[in-house]
């Protein structure tokens, strides 16, 4: 379809349902281009519009055979003041299939209008993209803003759309160009006694702050995208620990495997969860242990080399078999987990079957004593459970950080590439401004064209494609 939408002339009408799908209480369907008006005229029957922006209770009718399709609110939004900068209608209908089928035909599936043709996912967003009304940035995190599965997802993504991650590029990009203005002018004129040699060492402060903050921007450990992946956590332990029955007491649903055999879970299992807000994708581990079954040692090797991508450790040890003394406890820890192993919550499973109630790690783990956080669980009595909660969603915060405070976080690696390429030009700039104005000069130009390049001010045509894909139609 991309092809298509190369070729398809901008003057053309597109229309698509952009409530859900299914069964519902409202449809709505929207239209945007030169022919809503005539579209939305010859669904009424009427040829005169409601007033802009106001919704208006009408009959719906098939325009060929004036048959009544449904009985519903339409709105007309005039351009440029509409979504897409387009002229624009709305139907908001009742929800039945056949309702909706029906004036979809009437729109133009079946001929019925002639100009209106059905649009391809995100096409509307791009639309508005092409006429300005929102930058790339501000589209993706209106992408995001409808993907969004929990609240601190839907907190960074509503500040992206609405154009703050946006905002503080192109501040920087206007800042690149006021330096450059400076940089020429002192390359024109620098015989005359007007410009100052003071003029070029501002330039030089002022890239070099640049540089610095977009470095710090560039280093908040990945924050932004976490938050709108998911934390990647695993399980990980030796074989029959309950690991996997961790896994069914977080998602309260047999989604892996338990059994007391040893090694049973050998593939890895995955769940999306929702923790205080933030999103964590836990996956199940096979115990890690010397295997000499080949399938086993295979899910071993593949628990491995997850516990290593993970963000996030759960690392879970049987609390009978483990020193009770907090400081052995960091080396049983330590054995387990490969050096340089992300961050780790210890879960100190089967307290049930502590002997004695296990005061030392009980009080051990409330003082916060062993080295990263632990608790003590019952999968078998969900003891424990509210502690280890609280600890997940305290290292979840931190991992993700706070979506609404500070200035806005990167989220995509597409963003942290230019970002990359725009710092690495200011840092040639500095190497290249001792020997030759003109190519420091260049050097400039090029950090702001990665800048333009995220928000789209820049050559956006070939990623158009990639970042209107995942929409949905009708948005
Ligand atoms: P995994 O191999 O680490 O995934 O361990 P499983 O989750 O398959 O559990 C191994 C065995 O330990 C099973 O028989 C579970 O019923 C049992 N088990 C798991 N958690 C607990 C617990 O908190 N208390 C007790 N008493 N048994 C448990
Ligand atoms: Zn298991």
Known sequence: WAQRLCSAAWGDTIFAVSSGHGRCGVAVIRTSGPGSRGALQSLTGRPELPPPRVLALRRIRDPTTAEPLDRGLVVWFPGPQSFTGEDCAELHLHGGPAVVSGVLRALGLAGGLPGLRPAEPGEFTRRAFRRGKLDLTAAE??????????EAQRRQALRQMEGELGRLYQRWSETLTQALAHLE???????????????LSQVDATVWALEQEIGSHLQDGRRGELLRGGVRAVIAGPPNVGKSSLLNLLCQRPAAIVSPV???????VEVALNI????????????????TDPVEQEGV???????????LVLAVLDAAAVPAEPAALGA???????????PCILVLNKADLLQGGGGTLR??????????????????????LDH???????????????????SPSLTQSRHSLHLGDCVAALARYDRERRRDLGLAAERLRLARRHLGRITGHVGAEDVLDIIFRDFCVGK
Request: aromatic fraction near 2%; charge should be negative.
């Open 332 to 342: 049983a820890l330590g054995s387990l987990l490969p050096p340089a192993a992300p």
């Open 363 to 384: 009080d051990a783990c409330a003082r916060g004593d062993p080295l990263p956080p632990a608790t003590l669980l019952s999968c078998r009595t969900g003891e424990g």
């Open 141 to 150: 995190g209106l992408g995001d803003l409808i993907r969004a599965e929990t």
């Open 262 to 268: 040893a090694g049973t879970t050998r593939d890895v």
């Open 301 to 311: 090797s593949r628990a491995r080399d997850r516990l290593r991508q993970a963000d």
């Open 276 to 291: 205080s807000g933030y999103p964590l994708v836990l996956s199940d581990t096979a115990g890690l242990r010397d295997a």
């Open 388 to 406: 280890l909660l609280a600890l997940l969603a305290r290292q979840l915060a931190q991992l993700c950080g706070d979506p609404l405070a500070g």
């Open 185 to 199: 002018a002192y390359i024109d004129f620098s015989e005359d006694d007007n410009v100052e040699e003071e003029v």
